[in-house]
């Protein structure tokens, strides 16, 4: 494996503050992705129990704590 | 010669990618689980629902098999739920993917993916279901169920920690240590949190004695396995894109990893 001793980021220049708040945005965006799919009981969807129900084997399936 | 920052995919790139290897390897998982996991899931309700027949007496508090959706709804939502899940996921992996590119010790960005993958199936599987193992429908006090939720997720905080915790045991070690020392220090680190976590985080013993031993270990294998198709198909899908891309981007040759 090669070894990289330069300070040139591989990916990006990360000081830009654009990028920060587009990773920030994003993270955000998958974080609420997940609540809804994993742990919401209709307080977020406002869907009621929809959303929960219809996931449900899917949440018990990925090993997530469910009832 | 270092890689200059635009021989690199912009995050926007990298992300879509992610969330493109997260999504198909979302429903890769979900058919898995619904060929191994669902006659498991089935079993069990049965076995809720016999019990809750026979508590009629105490009904109301957990409305969990009302008719809002249907057995057959519940099974396509399984498709929807893996989907989404795994495109979350996968576009996770991704920003983790650039965020930690400074730390980088590879040119090959698929060979990062795929470690990153694996460090994720480790730390944010792995490690929290030996330790909080998934339940099917009727294991599982529905009043200890918020103390659950955030002690599993902060399990996976904790599993990710050991993961890293590992990495730098085999960073701190160096480059010029024989592999098995290495090895060791990174064996060291992970075990050290992973150890100290499961002793000190709560266990919760919530299964019904009459509940059949067989069926619990089928469904948690099945639960287990489903997340390994998820992680082992984002890694894969993600590394397969990044390698594409790459390739594309680079005429020069890199020096070989």
Same mark, same amino acid.
């Given at each position: 494996?090669?070894?990289?001793?330069?300070?040139?980021?591989?990916?990006?220049?990360?000081?830009?503050?654009?990028?920060?708040?587009?990773?920030?945005?994003?993270?955000?965006?998958?974080?609420?992705?997940?609540?809804?799919?994993?742990?919401?009981?209709?307080?977020?969807?406002?869907?009621?129990?929809?959303?929960?129900?219809?996931?449900?084997?899917?949440?018990?399936?990925?090993?997530?704590?469910?009832? | 010669?270092?890689?200059?920052?635009?021989?690199?995919?912009?995050?926007?790139?990298?992300?879509?990618?992610?969330?493109?290897?997260?999504?198909?390897?979302?429903?890769?998982?979900?058919?898995?689980?619904?060929?191994?996991?669902? !006659?498991?899931?089935?079993?069990?309700?049965?076995?809720?629902?016999?019990?809750?027949?026979?508590?009629?007496?105490?009904?109301?508090?957990?409305?969990?098999?009302?008719?809002?959706?249907?057995?057959?709804?519940?099974?396509?939502?399984?498709?929807?739920?893996?989907?989404?899940?795994?495109?979350?996921?996968?576009?996770?992996?991704?920003?983790?993917?650039?965020?930690?590119?400074?730390?980088?010790?590879?040119?090959?960005?698929?060979?990062?993916?795929?470690?990153?993958?694996?460090?994720?199936?480790?730390?944010?599987?792995?490690?929290?279901?030996?330790?909080?193992?998934?339940?099917?429908?009727?294991?599982?006090?529905?009043?200890?169920?918020?103390?659950?939720?955030?002690?599993?997720?902060?399990?996976?905080?904790?599993?990710?920690?050991?993961?890293?915790?590992?990495?730098?045991?085999?960073?701190?070690?160096?480059?010029?240590?024989?592999?098995?020392?290495?090895?060791?220090?990174?064996?060291?680190?992970?075990?050290?949190?992973?150890?100290?976590?499961?002793?000190?985080?709560?266990?919760?013993?919530?299964?019904?004695?009459?509940? !059949?031993?067989?069926?619990?270990?089928?469904?948690?294998?099945?639960?287990?396995?489903?997340?390994?198709?998820?992680?082992?198909?984002?890694?894969?899908?993600?590394?397969?894109?990044?390698?594409?891309?790459?390739?594309?981007?680079?005429?020069?040759?890199?020096?070989?990893?």
């Amino acid at each position: 494996m090669s070894t990289s001793t330069s300070s040139q980021p591989l990916v990006h220049p990360a000081g830009s503050s654009r990028l920060l708040w587009t990773v920030l945005a994003t993270v955000a965006v998958l974080s609420l992705l997940t609540y809804l799919v994993a742990f919401d009981q209709g307080a977020v969807s406002r869907s009621g129990m929809y959303l929960h129900e219809l996931m449900h084997d899917g949440r018990h399936l990925l090993g997530v704590p469910c009832h | 010669m270092p890689l200059t920052a635009t021989t690199a995919p912009p995050f926007v790139t990298v992300l879509v990618r992610g969330l493109l290897a997260g999504l198909i390897a979302g429903l890769l998982a979900g058919a898995f689980a619904y060929v191994a996991g669902e !006659p498991h899931v089935d079993a069990a309700i049965a076995i809720e629902e016999a019990a809750a027949a026979h508590a009629e007496s105490a009904a109301g508090g957990h409305d969990h098999e009302d008719a809002l959706v249907s057995r057959n709804g519940q099974r396509g939502g399984l498709f929807l739920a893996t989907g989404l899940f795994g495109a979350a996921m996968g576009g996770l992996l991704a920003t983790a993917y650039v965020l930690l590119s400074r730390r980088r010790r590879t040119y090959d960005d698929g060979r990062a993916g795929l470690l990153l993958a694996g460090a994720a199936l480790l730390g944010a599987v792995i490690v929290p279901f030996l330790k909080y193992p998934a339940n099917p429908p009727a294991v599982g006090d529905p009043a200890t169920i918020n103390q659950r939720t955030v002690t599993y997720l902060l399990m996976v905080v904790l599993g990710l920690v050991a993961v890293w915790a590992g990495s730098l045991g085999y960073r701190a070690v160096g480059n010029d240590a024989p592999t098995w020392q290495r090895a060791a220090a990174a064996a060291g680190g992970f075990l050290l949190v992973t150890v100290v976590s499961y002793v000190v985080m709560p266990s919760f013993q919530e299964v019904p004695d009459d509940f !059949p031993a067989t069926l619990l270990w089928d469904f948690r294998l099945a639960s287990l396995g489903t997340q390994v198709v998820l992680w082992t198909g984002i890694g894969l899908l993600f590394a397969a894109l990044m390698h594409h891309d790459r390739r594309r981007r680079t005429a020069a040759a890199l020096p070989s990893t």
